[in-house]
């Protein structure tokens, strides 16, 4: 159970703070009333205040929209690691069936929005507050680190997005507004982030463990440079929080236990609890809200959800070297639940294949051969003997959005597209393969930076993003109808489709908003 304040208070802070609530598909997110704001003059006037309205801005994020589930289907569903079964909202993205009309679609955007509206009322209101300067910095610096990110999800799953960045009751006619160009979104989103440096505190007190810091803002800010490919600016970021203050931890599955949540390696993580609450995203006073980790990762027969399976080629990536002891990389069994009796010693413990209560493959699926997913689903803990032993709401266990591991790959990355194989890049990418007994690389090319991404971060909400910015959607998905077997293939593709459309209530609302191409 969660025990730090920063979580328990989100929940009592939104039970007394009036907040908008989405319906699924009655309005578009522009037509909404003030979401923070009881009335102009009761509030947004003390220090308290503003604490509320930064809690309510973090808020989306644990919504049953985003990240406690829906957002997996814009993210691992769509890349070339998942194959998801059936043909629904939920896979309809990853193999190009998705429409303007898609609950699952608008659900998630409306999220994304809702923590950009909200950060804009703190951004907005929060500077005319007499409170403590430096908590008004902090505060601040959250807040234009919320709509930066919300923003770079915005645009890396729609790419034309309305650019929002002041309340919506002080928008003049707020069904009037154009799609922006994602050039000046990014900017933005580079302002926003080198604000949130500035403001931002280096660490916080262990009671508000979640809350974001000054090195979450640098490497965020470092990311997005990459995927504009500014490898200058990039690797300029990265440096600044290659120092000490982050470091990897000894074990690597320890980045995917409730256990060892908020750790040295964690950057950014999602706070997921896991209370007993099955509220369908209830997001304002006495409305209950579901905050745990959605198990649509969980092998077949052991989840209530469609579910997925994990597509050949990873397991034989990750088969196709050892480490310096000759056996299977440790990643593998905390990644991928598969068919092998094979071992692995690392860290005082002997690994294998095995998933809830325990089982071997061949007691899970005798006669079958086929790959799934193990990350994040903690087996040990609670002694769970399926994912939703206690309902959906059984797991606690938190999302990392961005590790060390992966500023480590990222520095990596821009330094070798900068300068080839360095000592610097390979001293980055050998301290992520040392942590798991991989032998150190001599030279490295950019397939081996690729590759180690997959062996790292598989199932991480990075890998279809990693293949959109390197414009290898196409190559890898479309061109390998095999891996959306299970949801029917990638025939629907046309260019343009690697981006989800337009929600059609935001188009049926404002009759400056396009389709975007290929739909």
């Given at each position: 159970?969660?025990?730090?304040i920063?979580?328990?208070?989100?929940?009592?802070?939104?039970?007394?703070?009036?907040?908008?609530?989405?319906?699924?598909?009655?309005?578009?997110i522009?037509?909404?009333?003030?979401?923070?704001?009881v009335?102009?003059d009761?509030?947004?006037?003390?220090?308290?205040?503003?604490?509320?309205?930064?809690?309510?801005?973090y808020s989306p994020?644990t919504h049953?929209?985003?990240?406690s589930?829906?957002e997996?289907f814009?993210?691992?569903?769509?890349?070339?690691v998942?194959?998801?079964f059936g043909?629904?909202e939920r896979?309809?993205?990853?193999s190009?069936?998705g429409?303007?009309?898609?609950?699952?679609?608008?659900?998630?955007w409306?999220a994304?929005y809702q923590?950009?509206?909200r950060?804009?009322?703190v951004?907005?209101?929060?500077?005319?507050?007499?409170m403590?300067?430096v908590?008004?910095?902090?505060?601040?610096?959250?807040?234009?680190?919320?709509?930066a990110?919300?923003y770079?999800?915005?645009l890396?799953n729609?790419?034309n997005?309305?650019?929002?960045?002041?309340p919506i009751s002080?928008l003049d006619?707020?069904?009037?507004i154009?799609?922006?160009?994602?050039?000046?979104?990014?900017?933005?989103i580079?302002?926003?982030?080198?604000?949130a440096?500035?403001?931002l505190p280096?660490s916080?007190?262990s009671?508000y463990?979640?809350?974001?810091?000054a090195?979450t803002?640098i490497?965020?800010?470092?990311?997005?440079y990459?995927?504009?490919?500014k490898y200058?600016?990039?690797?300029t970021?990265?440096l600044k929080?290659?120092d000490?203050?982050?470091?990897?931890?000894?074990?690597?599955?320890?980045?995917f236990?409730e256990?060892?949540?908020n750790?040295k390696e964690s950057?950014?993580?999602?706070?997921l609890?896991?209370?007993?609450?099955?509220?369908?995203?209830g997001?304002?006073p006495?409305?209950?809200?579901?905050?745990?980790?959605?198990?649509d990762l969980?092998?077949k027969?052991?989840?209530?959800?469609?579910?997925?399976?994990?597509?050949d080629?990873v397991?034989?990536?990750?088969l196709?070297e050892?480490?310096?002891?000759?056996e299977?990389d440790?990643?593998?069994?905390t990644?991928l639940?598969?068919n092998?009796?094979?071992t692995?010693?690392y860290?005082?413990?002997v690994?294998?294949?095995?998933?809830?209560?325990n089982?071997?493959y061949?007691e899970a699926?005798?006669?079958?051969d086929?790959v799934?997913?193990n990350?994040w689903?903690d087996?040990?803990?609670?002694?769970?003997?399926?994912?939703?032993?206690?309902?959906?709401?059984?797991?606690g266990?938190n999302?990392?959005?961005l590790?060390?591991?992966?500023i480590l790959?990222?520095f990596?990355?821009a330094?070798?597209?900068?300068?080839?194989?360095?000592?610097a890049a390979?001293?980055?990418?050998?301290?992520?393969?040392?942590?798991?007994?991989m032998?150190?690389?001599t030279s490295?090319t950019m397939?081996d930076?690729?590759?180690e991404?997959?062996?790292e971060l598989?199932?991480e909400?990075?890998?279809?993003?990693d293949l959109l910015r390197?414009?290898k959607?196409?190559?890898r998905?479309?061109n390998?109808?095999q891996?959306?077997s299970e949801?029917?293939?990638?025939s629907?593709?046309?260019?343009?489709?690697?981006?989800i459309?337009?929600?059609?209530?935001?188009i049926?609302?404002?009759?400056n908003?396009?389709h975007?191409?290929g739909?």
């Open positions: 159970m969660k025990k730090n920063f979580k328990t208070s989100l929940y009592l802070f939104l039970a007394t703070i009036t907040i908008v609530i989405y319906s699924c598909r009655k309005e578009d522009l037509d909404q009333e003030n979401p923070n704001a009335t102009p009761s509030f947004w006037n003390t220090e308290e205040d503003a604490t509320k309205g930064i809690i309510g801005a994020f049953i929209w985003y990240y589930r829906f997996i814009l993210s691992d569903y769509r890349d070339d998942v194959n998801a043909t629904s896979t309809a993205a990853g190009f069936n429409i303007s009309t898609s609950n699952g679609a608008f659900w998630v409306s994304m923590g950009v509206t950060a804009n009322e951004i907005a209101n929060v500077p005319n507050i007499d403590n300067p908590t008004r910095d902090n505060i601040l610096g959250e807040a234009y680190f919320i709509r990110f919300n770079f999800n915005l890396n729609w790419k997005v309305p650019l929002i960045t002041i002080d006619d707020p069904k009037n154009m799609q922006a160009d994602p050039v000046d979104v990014w900017a933005q580079e302002s926003d982030l080198s604000e440096q500035n403001l280096d916080w007190p009671d463990n979640g809350r974001v810091t090195g803002a490497g965020m800010l470092g990311k997005v990459l995927y504009q490919e200058t600016e990039a690797k970021e990265f929080i290659m000490g203050r982050y470091e990897l931890m000894a074990n690597y599955a320890d980045n236990t256990a060892a949540e750790n950057l950014f993580e999602i706070q609890v896991a209370d007993g609450s099955q509220g369908w995203g997001d304002a006495g409305a209950g809200k579901g905050a745990a980790f959605h198990p969980a092998p027969g052991f989840t209530g959800q469609d579910g997925m399976r994990v597509n080629w397991l034989d990536l990750f196709d050892r480490t310096t002891n000759g299977i440790p990643r593998t069994y990644t639940f598969f092998s009796e094979e692995t010693t860290q005082g413990e690994l294998k294949s095995t998933t809830y209560g089982r071997t061949q699926y005798p006669g079958e086929l799934w997913a990350k689903l087996i040990e803990y609670g002694e769970y003997s399926g994912s939703q032993d206690q309902g959906w709401h059984q797991s266990n999302l990392r959005l590790r060390y591991a992966d790959l990222m990596a990355e330094e070798f597209k900068l300068n080839g194989s360095t000592t390979l001293n980055a990418i050998n301290k992520v393969r040392a942590r798991v007994d032998p150190a690389f490295i397939d930076i690729e590759d991404r997959i062996k598989s199932l909400r990075t890998r279809y993003f390197w414009n959607v196409e190559e998905i479309v390998n109808p891996f959306k949801s029917g293939g990638t629907s593709y046309k260019p343009g489709k690697e981006y459309d337009i929600p059609q209530n935001e049926d609302s404002n009759p908003f396009e975007n191409p739909y």
